[in-house]
Structure formats: structure tokens, C-alpha cells
């Protein structure tokens, strides 16, 4: 029996879980918030316990520490010899890692390399990585990419209209993200199918806060809504999604900003559901303020559906078809109404929901008998993804 953690960092939090494998069996989990911050807090779940305190965490290192004290003091684990496996999401793989790879201190370094791409995630990732490795020597170690899956992207998908130069020299393109979700959907959506996964057209909705969406055509990634960074593609619980560039200068200008990465945190962080409505970023508050009559509420839902509709419409050109379009994460999983509403637009395409079998949370295939391209709800389990791929990599 061996014990592999699954870690997830972000620029401010740690996600972690603890999974027995190969058996597959999700023995703790927690979070760490607000590092950095003022008033941090720690949670760990496992069987019927939970644990929360409040703590300020300077830094991801004594974040890993902390985590570590925990699982000591509540025997969460006996020793640490326990963990024999640790995988770690990391955002920017560049062009350089088409795989998940087994960490090094030179592949710890080309992530922090690669911090360019994501400033906000990967540097932060490498200090993870370095931490966990001075703690846990003997464990394997893995890093995985959340843009590996969409490598498989041909050029014309990836190269931005821009000088070619700008490609060559700086590789600048678009990378994609949410990768480790999308595999996982699509290979299982194949396998609710019972058919070969390298024989199908598949759409993946990833409609989290974070929201993605891709072309899974013969099993590989071709084209996908994210760009360079996460910013780009569907509207998203703060996002922008797609926009036209030159607002940028002309808003900068009307607000009187003269720095521009103030204006793309506006992008990133006041967008989306949250600037349309100007209630949350959160679908559930979007959803009751509607239903309460707030037009603007309404609008951010609609302009919402509507964009994950062009993306299914684009990615049925770009694979000349689709033979199952898959909903997955927070609000595809669980908001039966936004699959409705998305799938109710797009019939065109043969698609037809069976509103009996959508109304679930579960995995199904929610689309009706007489329709012609599946529609499927799968949970995502990205953690459980990064812990397979510990084990592949071992
Ligand atoms: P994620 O980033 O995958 O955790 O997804 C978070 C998003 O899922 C938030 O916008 C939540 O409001 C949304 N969500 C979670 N449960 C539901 C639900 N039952 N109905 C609608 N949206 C939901």
C-alpha cells in the first residue's frame, strides 16, 4: 500500500489530498488559503475529522511545513516513509513539456523558468516543489502540466495572427490550460461510450470558475478556448474571456491607468459574471439573483451560455463534427439548467437533452435516445488524474 499526495499550488493556496494507491481511495484532504496574507487558514479533512484554524503563512515553504506538523499530529499518516508518491499541477508547461515529467532540480528550475508565462502560479509551483522534495527524499515525484494535453495542438490553432516572429522569438502562441480535466473527461467520456477514444470528435465544457472549453479529435487535443494565459475564451466567474485588444488602451485612457498590468488584473480578477452582474462571480448567486429578476444578473447568465455555444459551434468546424459534447467541473456538473440551456441553443447539430436524465450531478449521458451526438456529465477529478500519473511515472 502507498500513500501519494496530490498537490496543487496556487499563487495564494495549496491544495492538497492524500490517495491510497493503486486502490484509488481518497484518505485526507485540505487547503491552505490567504498565504502571504494576513490570516491564513488551514483545513484538513480526513474520515470524520476536520480541522480549521486561522495562522498567518508567510510563504509557500512554511505552508509545506505546516502541512507536514498536521499530518504528524493527527496520525494522518504513521511516517512520512508512507508517501511514496507526490504529484504536482503545474499552469505553464511552454513548449517544453509535452508530458508529465519526474522532477529534477533541473525541471524544478524550468518551471521557474517558465514563471514568465505564469507569474502568478509557476514560481510559487517550483517553491512547492523544492519544498516537498527536501521533506520527502524518498518519495517519486512528479510535475504535471496543465498544458501538456493541448501540445498535441496543430500550428494552425496555436500560432496567434500576429508577426511570426513574435512566435519564433518568444513563443508566444496560445497554450491552453485545464488540460488535466480535459484528458480525463474525454478518455472516460469514450469509455461511457464504449467506443475506441481514438476514433471520436469530442467537446469538453470545463465551466468551473475557470472555464476552458476543447476539440478532443482521435484522442488528442486540437484546439482549445484558453490562449496564452487563462484569460482568454468563454466569459469566466472573473475572467473576461475573449475581447477585443485595442479596449485596452481606450479604457486605460477613460480611467486614467497608466500601468497595464492594472488593467489586465482588471480583466482577470472584476470581470466576467461578476462585472456583467455586479452581484458575485459565483454561478449559484448569478442564478438566485436572476431568478429574483435582476436583469443584469440575467444578462451574465446569457452571455455566459452564449459563449460556451460559439465555442461548441467552432469546435464542430474545426473537427468537421462531434460525436459527444461533455460538461464537467462546478457549474457543468452541477447546474442542469446552464447544460440545458447551452444544448437547447445547438440542437442544429443533432444534439437533444433529455431533461430527465439531466437532472443529476452525476456521471450520465444526459442527451435523449434519438439524439445524434451524446451529451455527457462527468465530474472532473483532476486530483485523482495527477495521482495516476505519479503512478505511471514511478
Ligand atoms: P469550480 O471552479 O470547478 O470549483 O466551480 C465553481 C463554480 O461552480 C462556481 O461558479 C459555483 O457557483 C458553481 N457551482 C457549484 N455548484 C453549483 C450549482 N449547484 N449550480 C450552479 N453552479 C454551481
Redesign the pocket.
Known amino acids: 500500500m502507498s500513500k501519494t499526495m496530490a498537490i496543487n499550488a496556487g499563487s495564494s493556496s495549496l491544495k492538497f489530498q492524500i490517495i491510497e494507491m493503486p486502490e484509488e481511495i481518497v484518505l485526507a484532504k485540505g487547503l491552505v488559503e490567504r498565504i502571504g496574507l494576513n490570516d491564513s487558514k488551514f483545513s484538513l479533512e480526513f474520515g470524520d475529522t476536520e480541522i480549521e484554524f486561522t495562522q498567518d503563512i508567510p510563504d509557500h515553504d512554511v505552508a509545506v511545513t505546516i502541512l507536514f506538523d498536521q499530518l504528524a499530529e493527527h496520525k494522518v499518516v504513521d511516517s512520512l516513509e508512507e508517501i511514496t508518491g507526490v504529484g504536482h499541477r503545474v499552469v505553464a508547461g511552454g513548449e517544453l513539456f509535452k508530458e508529465s515529467a519526474v522532477v529534477t532540480d533541473e525541471v524544478i528550475q524550468q518551471v521557474a523558468d517558465l514563471g514568465e508565462f505564469a507569474p502568478l502560479h509557476n514560481p510559487a509551483e517550483a517553491v512547492v516543489m523544492r519544498a516537498f522534495k527536501e521533506r520527502l527524499p524518498h518519495a517519486s515525484m512528479a510535475a504535471i502540466f496543465d498544458t501538456s494535453f493541448h501540445t498535441t495542438m496543430p500550428a494552425v490553432n496555436y500560432i496567434y495572427s500576429l508577426p511570426y516572429e513574435y512566435y519564433e522569438d518568444f513563443q508566444a502562441r496560445k497554450y491552453g490550460a485545464h488540460g488535466t480535466s480535459h484528458a480525463y473527461v474525454s478518455r472516460r467520456a469514450a469509455e461511457m461510450l464504449g467506443k475506441p477514444y481514438e476514433e471520436l470528435k469530442i467537446i469538453t465544457c470545463h465551466l468551473?470558475?475557470?472555464a476552458s472549453i476543447t476539440a478532443v479529435q482521435n484522442g488528442k487535443s486540437v484546439d482549445t478556448s484558453m490562449g496564452f494565459t487563462p484569460l482568454a475564451g468563454v466569459t469566466m466567474?472573473t475572467r473576461t474571456g475573449d475581447i477585443d485588444a485595442s479596449l485596452l488602451p481606450f479604457l486605460m485612457d477613460k480611467l486614467g491607468i497608466t500601468d497595464v498590468n492594472e488593467m489586465v488584473n482588471i480583466l482577470n480578477k472584476k470581470s466576467g459574471l461578476l462585472g456583467i452582474s455586479g452581484v458575485s462571480?459565483?454561478?449559484?448567486?448569478v442564478?438566485n439573483a436572476a431568478g429574483e429578476g435582476n436583469e443584469r444578473a440575467q444578462l451574465a447568465l446569457d452571455i455566459f451560455v452564449n459563449r460556451v455555444q460559439k465555442y461548441i459551434g467552432q469546435y464542430v468546424a474545426v473537427m468537421n463534427g462531434v460525436d459527444a459534447i461533455v460538461f464537467t467541473?462546478?457549474?457543468g456538473e452541477?447546474?442542469a439548467t446552464?447544460r440545458a440551456a447551452i444544448i437547447n441553443g445547438v440542437t442544429t447539430f443533432g444534439c437533444d437533452i433529455d431533461p430527465e436524465r439531466n437532472n443529476t450531478r452525476k456521471e450520465a449521458i444526459v442527451s435523449s435516445d434519438a439524439a445524434k451526438v451524446a451529451v455527457i456529465n462527468i465530474p472532473t477529478d483532476e486530483e485523482m488524474e495527477i495521482a495516476r500519473e505519479v503512478e505511471r511515472l514511478k
Open positions: 468551473g470558475n475557470g466567474g462571480s459565483d454561478m449559484r448567486d442564478e467541473a462546478g457549474i452541477n447546474s446552464t
